[in-house]
């Protein structure tokens, strides 16, 4: 076991989510008639 201090812990951890969910919204391409994020800023 290793100790963490468990509100570090979950903050890095909402700030790798953000991180991955900001890279699939910009990397997704357009489907089903949705623009997609590089559809939109051109």
């Known amino acids: 076991d290793v100790?963490?201090?468990q509100d570090l812990t979950?903050?890095?951890a909402a700030e790798v989510m953000?991180?991955?969910i900001?890279?699939?919204v910009t990397s997704a391409k357009?489907?089903?008639?949705f623009p997609?994020?590089?559809d939109m800023v051109k």
């Open 30 to 33: 357009s489907a089903y008639g």
């Open 22 to 24: 900001l890279r699939a």
């Open 18 to 20: 953000s991180e991955a």
């Open 3 to 5: 100790a963490a201090d």
């Open 36 to 38: 997609a994020y590089e």
């Open 10 to 12: 979950g903050t890095l």
